[in-house]
């Protein structure tokens, strides 16, 4: 059977209305998108971005370990429920790593700077996908605002 995957990217940052938990969405893209959807239609979910794809979300922490994108992969539970998830066991052996197994310090220090870069690049794509959303919101309300103003 083939694996149905789908791939996140665009992460945005924001802040749950509902919780106020610091959370991150992503735009879901690939071959199983409209499953996605889907599914999240199903359980009364109705998230998109602009272009009407569906969206991932995540809390903030839950977020950096897919970083600025990743290819998730589907799979159905013991319980009938669909999943999705990340093959992270490459992350799993850095960990391991990380924490000293096998490794000298000189090896474990370098893994551990790239891992820092990795994150250090994901936030800046965060901050940077969020100065865009606000200018674009700007922008609808300016538009709105002349709209507005001109039907006066």
Do not use: C
């Not at 290819?71 to 013991?78: G, K, Q």
């Amino acid at each position: 059977m083939e694996k149905v995957t789908i791939q996140i990217s665009n992460p945005n940052p924001y802040k749950s209305k509902k919780t106020g938990t610091e959370m991150v969405a992503y735009t879901v893209t690939g071959k199983g998108a409209e499953q996605y959807k889907a599914e999240q239609l199903a359980l009364g979910v109705d998230s998109s971005d602009d272009n009407g794809n569906p969206l991932m979300h995540f809390t903030f922490d839950a977020s950096i370990k897919y970083g600025v994108e990743a290819e998730l992969v589907n799979a159905v539970t013991s319980e009938g429920e669909s999943i999705w998830f990340i093959d992270n066991d490459e992350a799993k052996q850095l960990e391991k790593v990380l924490n000293g197994t096998g490794t000298n310090a000189t090896v474990r220090a370098i893994l551990a700077e790239k891992e820092t870069q990795r994150v250090l690049n994901y936030l800046s794509v965060l901050s940077s996908n969020r100065a865009k959303n606000i200018a674009k919101l700007q922008a609808k309300g300016a538009e709105s605002f002349a709209t507005v103003k001109k039907g006066k």
